[in-house]
């Protein structure tokens, strides 16, 4: 549109119109401009628009950019200065007719409204544009800033749920904690109190055993004194003498004797066993001989070792000592390891044999080794690492572990024992007593098929 299109279309219309330049240069107004400004209509035209309006420059030229890069009408507010210095608001309405090319600038029309309510305020869009970028801007930061929190507050969650679950094992822990001590502590109660009960009664029958011997031979050499000298024995007492078999008597009684003292020696034995096994006075750290303490849990579950109503075969314990120093530990408590991982073997050696399978310990070096069925083994190996570690590792060939048991084997309360046999406690103590009380390993390799190793180290000296 030229400013004579212009001229020619808005010279009908009553209201006020403007054809500027998107620099604010007046191409042309209609009469009703002039009229307000108190001009002729030559006046005002070739002039720039802020020269007849009290917003600043900078403003309008905005104000013109944003109606020159829009495509539909922009609202706006021009306050104009009349002649006589009176300045009038209007709402002005500004359409874009020919946009900004290199070749030429944009041309904008605005039309002028009268306002009714005076606003000192210059409205223009591309502000509103900027309030509303702003406002966009501040929520997305906002949103980001939600986000963020929301991440946070998972971080947080997660925390709190993992240390939630962290107090939940310490508690799972100390639970079975106590319940192990109790056990251990019962059952080593218990075979103190047996050992001490049937200590008194074997000292007794041993340190009477010997006068019992002595009193004897007397007797029976009154008996043969009396054969020297009456050689011609009454009917009766021939009988009796035949009777008795006085001569297999005096043979015997001498082997009987003896029978009895190794009798009442293991008896020592055992009980000497059990109190050491128990060793309640322990719970101090003490220099103990590790073998002793395997060989009294062996002894404590000798009956478990035999053959039993043809359902188990007896199980053969290979014993493979090492030369070890004499251990600074917890005698106690490592003695409670060896019974927990002894049992388990055995466990394991019962249920193979009501599966009727074995495999053989160690298979790598008794590959050839014919398999039998009645062969239940348990392999006791003990050795010194270094000067500072000892290893003991007990192998047995029962059915072994999948890697699924496997990776619970050390949980509490994790059992494939039925109800009432086991309780799931036996190696997550023992764990705890070699690693955290010790500062030592246990670990459990094991074939599925071909039997469980499970291999202690501890330290020679925990000082
Ligand atoms: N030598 C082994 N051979 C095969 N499986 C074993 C062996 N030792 C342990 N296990 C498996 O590990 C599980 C956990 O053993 P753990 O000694 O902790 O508990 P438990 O023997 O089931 O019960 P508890 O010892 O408390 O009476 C056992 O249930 C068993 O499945
Ligand atoms: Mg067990």
């Not at 900078?58 to 021009?78: E, F, H, W």
């Not at 493979?320 to 530990?329: A, E, I, S």
């Amino acid at each position: 549109m030229t400013p004579e299109q212009f001229l020619e279309f808005a010279r009908v219309l009553p209201e006020p119109l403007l054809l500027v330049s998107g620099e604010g240069l007046l191409l042309a107004t209609n009469q009703p401009v002039a009229d307000i400004l108190g001009l002729r209509r030559q006046e005002v035209r070739g002039r720039m628009l802020f020269e007849f309006v009290t917003e600043s420059t900078n403003d309008v030229v905005k104000y013109l950019q944003a109606c020159s890069s829009s495509r539909a009408m922009v609202i706006g507010s021009l306050t104009l200065r009349k002649n006589d210095g009176q300045t009038l608001i209007y709402r002005s309405q500004g359409a874009v007719i020919q946009p900004w090319s290199p070749e030429s600038s944009a041309l904008i029309l605005l039309r002028l409204e009268k306002r009714t309510l005076a606003s000192s305020n210059f409205v223009l869009l591309n502000q509103k544009i900027d309030q509303l970028a702003k406002e966009v801007h501040r929520r997305k930061e906002a949103e980001e800033a939600l986000k963020k929190a929301n991440q946070e507050l998972e971080i947080r969650v997660e925390e709190r749920t993992t240390a939630l679950q962290e107090t939940l094992n310490e508690l799972q822990l100390t639970q079975t904690q106590l319940v192990q001590a109790e056990k251990m502590s019962s059952l080593g109660q218990m075979i103190a109190g047996i050992a001490h009960e049937i200590n008194n009664p074997v000292s007794f029958i041993y340190g009477n055993l010997h006068h019992a011997y002595e009193y004897t031979q007397d007797l029976l050499k009154l008996v043969q004194i009396y054969q020297q000298l009456c050689p011609i024995t009454p009917p009766e007492i021939q009988d009796e003498i035949e009777e008795i078999d006085l001569d297999f008597l005096i043979q015997d009684i001498t082997k009987l004797f003896q029978s009895m003292k190794v009798g009442t020696e293991r008896i020592q034995e055992i009980v000497k066993s059990l109190r050491n096994f128990s060793r309640l006075d322990e719970a101090e750290l003490k220099q103990v001989n590790i073998h002793e303490g395997i060989d009294n849990t062996l002894m404590i579950l000798e009956h478990r070792l035999q053959a039993r109503h043809d359902k188990y075969p007896e199980i053969k314990v290979i014993k493979k000592y090492g030369q070890l120093p004499n251990v600074t530990c917890y005698a106690g408590q490592l003695n409670q390891v060896f019974m927990n991982i002894i049992v388990n073997a055995i466990d394991a050696l019962e249920a193979s044999a009501n599966n009727s399978q074995w495999s053989v310990v160690n298979p790598q070096t008794t590959e050839n080794q014919k398999l039998t069925k009645n062969n239940p083994q348990i392999q006791i190996k003990t050795e010194l690492i270094d000067e500072k570690w000892i290893a003991v590792s007990i192998a047995d060939n029962g059915l072994g572990i999948n890697e699924q048991v496997r990776s619970k084997l050390f949980d509490p309360f994790f059992t494939t024992k039925a109800v009432g046999k086991g309780t799931g406690l036996g190696l997550s103590i023992s764990y705890q007593i070699i690693v955290e009380k010790h500062k030592g390993e246990l670990r459990c390799f094991s074939t599925p098929g071909k039997g469980a190793e499970f291999v202690i180290k501890i330290p020679v000296s925990l000082v």
